[in-house]
């Protein structure tokens, strides 16, 4: 019996150094809770703070709007809209003036240089084997059977020439 005893014993002690352990833990536990709460606690003041500042502000800054809105009369909103739109589009205006000019001037210098080419083109002489004069001269001369050659020395004109003019003539 002495050893149901002693067993018994045991088996208290190891009971109640189990349950004061599971104490130990709850309580360590909800100290950390307690902890956690605290700093959330104190975020979510801090938050309320804030939010009341915010809400005063937008309370101030609507009664000041309604104040200076309902001073501002509609030829004044008018003015005011006139000198931003103004101020808008001064800039665009004058980059504007600027780009005419810059096609002015450009369309000034094409002006001249078609004209420069106009005069260049008109000084340019046609080609004598273009002559209907020397074409006959070249067909008739190659038909009698004389060579290209002797045809361009004789005619003062290129080889070239005179090949073309068969060409065009549809004999060569």
Request: proline share 1%.
């Amino acid at each position: 019996m002495r050893l149901d005893f002693i067993g018994i014993e045991y088996l208290v002690v190891a009971m109640t150094a189990m349950i004061l352990y599971l104490i130990y833990y709850v309580f360590s536990k909800d100290s950390q809770y307690q902890k956690n709460i605290h700093s959330v606690a104190s975020v979510v003041e801090e938050l309320n703070r804030e939010i009341y500042y915010l809400k005063k502000t937008v309370k101030e800054t609507a009664l000041n709007l309604q104040k200076t809105t309902s001073r501002m009369k509609d030829d004044e909103i008018y003015q005011e809209i006139e000198r931003s739109v103004y101020d808008m589009v001064k800039p665009l205006s004058i980059g504007l003036k600027r780009m005419e000019e810059q096609v002015s001037s450009l369309d000034d210098k094409i002006d001249t240089r078609i004209s420069n080419l106009e005069n260049g083109v008109k000084q340019i002489s046609i080609p004598s084997s273009v002559h209907g004069n020397d074409d006959e001269k070249i067909i008739s001369l190659y038909k009698q059977g004389v060579s290209l050659g002797t045809i361009s020395k004789e005619l003062h004109i290129s080889k070239a020439e005179v090949e073309f003019v068969l060409k065009i003539n549809k004999i060569k």
